[in-house]
């Protein structure tokens, strides 16, 4: 029989050192096992548009019955927010007015994380940190490929091509792969902008030393000292076993 579950999590933004205007977004409700972080793009105020609509639209879910259609209704809002955007990139003369998402969605011992774009999950589970999604991105692919070392992603003159975003290609496609979860499993949903500027071994490190959502805060001030050339986002989630005799999270129709 699987323990009783519950959550809780916490999300930082920043806009960084260098830009003026933060087109990252974020969402927490754990008391719906949902979470999202997105990453506009578009310039001036059409990447923030783009990544409020994300979170805003998948906030507006109703709350689930099973995860399965949970997954299903927050991929066709996704869809829907790609027709707006799209609409609205040709309204202003713009070419892309698009915004990456990761989303964790929780229900009982389960979770499915979906994403599109270069916005991660991570797991940290028993001291190691597993990145689970794969970048929608040229350097990934070609990584992927062996026709580039891990190590020279990050100079790489692509290195901020993404091959895939909400209002990026008028069909839209959302990736979504089902995870267990376990008592004090920790997740981080984040932008290109926490991990261009942390190595994995410094989230595991801030992860190990805080295995809380407090370690959100930790990691943005992290990438903050390092320069921060982006708009930067935490978000963990910490999965824990219900107290004795707390039933696990139900949620009303």
Aim: aromatic share 4%; proline share 6%; glycine share 10%.
């Amino acid at each position: 029989m699987s323990v009783p579950l519950r959550w809780s999590s916490a999300c930082v933004t920043d806009v960084g050192r260098v830009r003026k205007l933060n087109e990252d977004a974020c969402l927490s409700l754990p008391e719906r096992g949902l979470w999202v972080v997105a990453d506009g793009m578009g310039g001036h105020d059409a990447g923030d548009l783009a990544s409020r609509w994300v979170v805003e639209t998948l906030g507006a879910l109703p709350a689930p019955h099973n995860l399965g259609d949970q997954v299903e209704a927050a991929r066709e809002r996704l869809r829907a927010v790609n027709r707006r955007l799209r609409e609205e990139a040709g309204r202003r003369g713009k070419s892309v007015i698009g915004t990456t998402v990761a989303a964790l969605v929780a229900f009982g011992g389960h979770g499915v994380y979906l994403w599109a774009g270069d916005s991660r999950v991570y797991r940290f589970r028993q001291g190691r940190l597993r990145r689970l999604t794969r970048d929608h991105s040229q350097v990934e692919e070609l990584v992927e490929g062996g026709l580039l070392a891990p190590e020279e992603a990050e100079s790489h003159p692509a290195a901020n091509v993404i091959t895939r975003a909400v209002g990026g290609e008028e069909k839209l496609e959302v990736d979504a792969e089902i995870v267990e979860l376990a008592p004090r499993d920790l997740f981080l949903l984040c932008s290109d902008g926490l991990y261009k500027e942390l190595s994995e071994a410094d989230i595991a490190g801030i992860l190990a030393r805080t295995p809380s959502p407090r370690a959100a805060r930790q990691l943005v001030d992290t990438a903050l000292e390092r320069g921060a050339r982006d708009n930067v986002t935490a978000l963990v989630v910490r999965v824990e076993p219900a107290e004795s005799g707390t039933p696990p999270p139900r949620h009303r129709p």
